[in-house]
């Protein structure tokens, strides 16, 4: 019965994704044979209800009528994060999805999440055929499912762009040709000072660690030797860039103001037009919010941009984001119902992600049209976006991906990463000082943890 329920279930949901083995079975151990189980579980994620995770739960009570979940909608930033730990220990928090491998590898360290090793080898749960790896396995034990992942991309306010006379959108682009089209587009006030930045990073410190990501396909903080690697001239060059264009030529929103201000990339570039375009991974999440995110020009799409082309650019796929785990004790009633849940969204849950702006990675769901999950149709897509290029850009999961799963003091590295690098976009270390004095502590943590 459970195999039976399970394929229906895929005929009724999914395309199966190409890149499957002949007879590989990927959805036999999602349901449980009794799926008239009851209990009540608290599921902590990011997204708000409006955001498809109102649709993903009356979905899951289609199959699993007497489970009820209640949904805890919180913040993904430094503040939200340190609450949602406090609600752990006080045993708030049933079933939780985290999102960067750095917040899920803090609560694996701690032993926030359930080790789940044991039901994934007994029920035959195999990751690599599911989600395409098994790097997120700590110390031998299996916490957490990778359930959604993150597309990287430029958005681009298309009057801005026609207005500078950029011509048609890039399908391939290098870091100095988009840092020539935010000049470009930058505007000026009467006395000189800027009005619009033409470009703009994301708000997180690392992204300028992704441009030597792109060129070496994952895990951007390491050599391979195992040592960091900041003082890798592809990396080196990375931060100088952001910071002349920032600090110096000032055509990029500085990251400063970013941090000082606790402001996010969907705010400059869409509710206070501080940006003309940015580098980010889940702006088409805000822009069917109209209430919150109203705005009157078309935003086109171009891929991340590659130090040369005719490189393989790893981050023009879906890249891992989020993992999601059971916080109950093993032996709690409603442990189950916690298990029943996070099996079936890890699976066929997450193509709901699509209408966050985030991409669903388990590999045997193709999520539909990320269009009409966003917007309702690709004629009411059009009011908003350029469609061609959403499609050729955003979500491609055929695409390379860039990916991380060295995790040897993951969250030290990460920590003294987004310290140094804003001494140098505070301006208050030279770039090439703050990445030579970040290497030098970074490898000492690494040293230590081996």
């Known amino acids: 019965m459970k195999k039976v329920l399970a394929l229906l279930l895929a005929v ?25 189980i009851s209990g009540e579980i608290s599921f902590w994620m990011p997204f708000k209800g409006s955001q498809g995770m109102d649709a993903l739960i009356a979905e899951f009570n289609e199959t699993y009528p007497n489970i009820k979940v209640n949904l805890n909608t919180y913040n993904s930033n430094s503040d939200g994060n340190l609450s949602v730990n406090t609600s752990i220990m006080a045993g708030e928090v049933d079933v939780l999805a985290s999102f960067g ?60 762009w026609n ?18 089209a935010s000049k470009a587009m930058t505007e000026y006030n009467e006395d000189g000072s800027v009005k619009v930045y033409g470009g703009s990073s994301y708000h997180s410190q690392n992204y300028y660690t992704y441009v030597y990501g792109s060129v ?21 060059k990375a931060l100088q860039d952001e910071y002349n264009a920032e600090v110096v030529e ?6 400063s103001i970013y941090r000082g201000d606790n402001l996010q990339a969907q705010q400059t570039f869409l509710v206070e037009r501080m940006t ?34 005719g490189q393989t650019n790893y981050m023009s796929g879906v890249s891992p984001f989020s993992h999601a785990g059971i916080c109950l004790d093993r032996d709690d009633e409603n442990f189950p119902a916690a298990w029943a849940f996070l099996k079936w969204y890890s699976t066929y849950g997450v193509k709901y992600l699509a209408a966050a702006g985030h991409q669903p990675n388990w590999k045997g769901t193709e999520a539909g049209s990320a269009l009409a999950l966003l917007f309702g149709s ?11 290029s959403f499609k050729r850009v955003v979500g491609v999961s055929t695409n390379p991906s860039y990916y991380e799963d060295e995790l040897t003091a993951y969250s030290k590295v990460n920590s003294l990463m ?33």
Do not use: H, Q
């Not at 070496?216 to 080196?236: L, Q, R, W």
């Open 12 to 36: 009724l949901l999914l395309i199966p994704c190409a890149g499957l083995a002949s007879g590989e079975d990927i959805t036999s151990w999602i349901l449980e044979d009794d799926t008239s």
């Open 101 to 160: 491998l750095s917040n899920a590898y803090k609560r694996w360290d701690a032993g926030m999440y359930t080790d789940l090793t044991d039901l994934v080898e007994e029920e035959g749960i195999d990751l690599v055929a599911n989600w395409g790896s098994d790097a997120f396995v700590f110390d031998d034990c299996i916490y957490t499912f990778p359930c959604g992942g993150l597309s990287y991309y430029v958005a681009i306010n298309m009057n801005a």
């Open 163 to 180: 207005a500078a006379g950029l011509g048609e959108l890039p399908t391939e682009w290098t870091w100095d040709e988009y840092f020539a």
């Open 216 to 236: 070496v396909g994952k895990n951007a903080y390491y050599d391979e030797d195992g040592t960091s690697s900041f003082d890798n001239p592809i990396m080196i």
């Open 250 to 255: 000032k055509i990029w929103f500085p990251k």
């Open 276 to 309: 003309n375009s940015s580098l980010t991974p889940n702006m088409v999440r805000f822009l069917p919010d109209t209430a919150n995110y109203s705005v009157d020009f078309i935003t086109g799409f171009a891929p991340w941009p590659v130090v040369e082309k």
């Open 378 to 388: 690709e004629e009411e897509a059009a009011k908003y976006v350029d469609v061609e």
């Open 418 to 450: 987004a310290e140094y690098t804003m001494y140098a976009l505070n301006d208050t270390m030279s770039p090439e000082e703050a990445l030579a004095e970040l290497t030098k502590l970074a490898d000492e943590e690494i040293a230590k943890a081996r």
